[in-house]
């Protein structure tokens, strides 16, 4: 027995120890996981990608020359749109979580969280061309659109200095053709910066517009983005001829991870009479 136990206590002692440290399990933000990882977002995705395919096929026998672009002088209470005429159809999408999932880009903010920083931003533009991945959906129904005779074109504000990136990693996704001052339009080709609505003017100068997809109300309308606060912004999409334009013409694609959506305290989401407070439990007798 002694010499058993000496035996077993030498090759204890003989054993390596491991000094490694197991790191703790890095969490992801809620938004993220949704956005990039779940089911749920994926088939989100892919609902609305199915959904525009079908209205841009149903729109093919509409002859009314409507666009799905506002007309310079409207207004969100009085939307008016631009005019077709005989202009060949086009579809106008955002890129940043609307066909393109910026995954290397969120990775590295997940366990290197920071605020943004438009340096660090504009650096993923130049070197991220194969950390991005298609959004669920998209490149089938950009390939639908475009054998129904529909040109795609991305609006997007992604920098101009970073043309040749972006229309790199479109095309790398399997999202593409994308060239730049035909279907690709990017900050910096006009004089208004992030602002989306002249270049859209100058994708429908050109082409009927007859559907448009985005993430952010701003893919539709600058309109949305002009000092609105939350409950406004919303009451804008719910009510009037603007809420009947969603799933017709404008499609909306989820991103719970960034952008204008994410605003507003306790007193801008929760309305008063909308709030409740748990009944107190019943005494002990």
Known sequence: M????????CTTAQMPVSTTIAAPA???????????????????SAQAWR????????QANDKSGESAVLAPDATLAVPRWMSCGTKPRAAV????????LN???????????APYDEARWQAWERTGLTQVAAVPGAVEALNDLRKMGVTVVFNT?????????????IIGAGLGPAVHGETLFLAGDDATGNKKDSRRAMIAAKYCVVAMGGDQLGDFSDLFNAGLPPAARRAAVTTGAISAKWGVGWFV?????????LKGGVDDIFPQDKRWTPPAAPEAK
């Open 51 to 58: 959904a525009l395919v079908n209205y841009v096929g149903w």
């Open 93 to 100: 999408f955002d890129v940043d979580e609307t066909v393109l």
């Open 103 to 113: 995954l290397g880009f969120e990775y590295n903010d997940a366990v290197h969280p």
């Open 2 to 9: 002694a010499a058993t136990l000496a035996l077993a206590g």
């Open 157 to 169: 504000n992604r920098s101009v200095g970073n043309a040749a990136q972006t229309a790199a990693a």
């Open 26 to 44: 890095q969490t992801v933000p809620p938004g993220m996981q949704y956005l990039y990882g779940s089911g749920e977002g994926a088939a989100i």
């Open 253 to 261: 694609l989820p991103n719970p991870v960034y952008g204008s959506a």
